[in-house]
């Protein structure tokens, strides 16, 4: 049944959570590598989903699928939580997490260029200046404030940053097409790609960790950011009568998000940061008044 206050007391959760993530990420990076972090991560969201589905009642559906959709779990496995988290967590191990959070957010907007070619979704004037103003923020985070110089503090976190917001838009057309129940779904794409994860890990960096402040972050980033946020966003999505107040909600987190940044990591929150991150957010808000636009038409059609 829809609630809308429910839905917003779910996304309004799910939004505290992703708040967290980027102190979260930086606190374990401390110790481990980011394919260490992302195997304790995995394997703590795996157990999350699991006892999620068991409570849900969905836990057969994880046996009752086709052998096309179980090839499909293993190739996006590749994806999410595979590649995806190998670039963002490769982007935070090199960037402060003022810098590495705002560019992320910008996967937004690269999912609404990608629907063009692959959606057929058409591309409008306010999605070019959308994303000029999006991209400007950008540069203005990735120069430190030094736009004319385009000196970028460092080229290869920048590019992995960018690149996973690529991956994960990349994700989420291929999941337009995904008709198995969403937590499923999600469980068997992180048990295909947990083999892969560890396998990486075992041949690159090993499986010795130290450090039990960063091996507890690595838990709950698999337990909040990767099992229970995505888990109450859905249940956000199904409840909502008015699914653009409750999408709204995420700009909200980006700035609490630097709250935590400043008063647990104690990273100086640059000017550059707060005019960079405005930027990008302003752009994305003019992205979202174009999707609730073409959503109201549709209402009122």
């Not at 129940?181 to 083999?195: C, I, M, R």
């Not at 499986?207 to 888990?231: N, P, R, T």
């Not at 699914?243 to 940044?261: D, G, H, Q, R």
Request: hydrophobic share 55%.
């Amino acid at each position: 049944m829809k609630n809308q206050k429910q839905a917003m007391v779910y996304g309004l959760a799910t939004v505290l959570l992703w708040s967290t993530v980027a102190t979260a990420f930086k606190l374990a990076l401390a110790d481990l590598a980011p394919v260490q972090m992302l195997l304790v991560a995995c394997t703590a969201s795996i157990v999350v989903m699991a006892v999620a589905l068991v409570i849900m009642g969905r836990w057969q559906q994880v046996f009752q699928l086709s052998k096309t959709q179980y090839l499909q779990s293993m190739g996006m496995g590749l994806i999410n939580p595979c590649l995806y988290y190998f670039l963002l967590f490769g982007a935070f191990d090199r960037l402060p997490a003022q810098e590495a959070q705002p560019l992320n957010y910008t996967w937004a907007l690269v999912l609404a260029y990608l629907s063009v070619p692959f959606l057929g979704q058409k591309l409008r004037r306010i999605d070019i200046l959308a994303g000029l103003v999006c991209y400007a923020g950008v540069v203005v985070i990735a120069t430190r404030g030094a736009v004319t110089s385009l000196n970028f503090s460092d080229p290869l976190g920048v590019s992995l940053a960018l690149g996973s917001t690529l991956v994960w838009a990349s994700y989420w057309i291929i999941a337009t097409r995904d008709t198995r129940d969403p937590v499923v779904g999600l469980f068997l794409n992180f048990s295909f790609g947990l083999p892969v994860i560890a396998l990486v890990c075992w041949y690159t960096v090993g499986f010795g960790v130290s450090g039990i402040g960063s091996l507890s972050a690595a838990v709950y980033i698999g337990v909040f950011e990767m099992g229970i946020a995505f888990i109450l966003w859905s249940q956000a999505m199904k409840k909502a009568e008015n699914t653009a107040k409750v999408s709204n909600l995420i700009f909200i987190a980006p700035f609490l998000s630097l709250v935590f940044i400043y008063f647990i990591l104690g990273e100086v929150i640059l000017p550059s940061t707060y005019i960079g991150l405005v930027l990008i957010i302003a752009g994305l808000w003019l992205q979202q008044k174009k999707v609730q636009a073409r959503t109201q038409g549709l209402e009122h059609g």
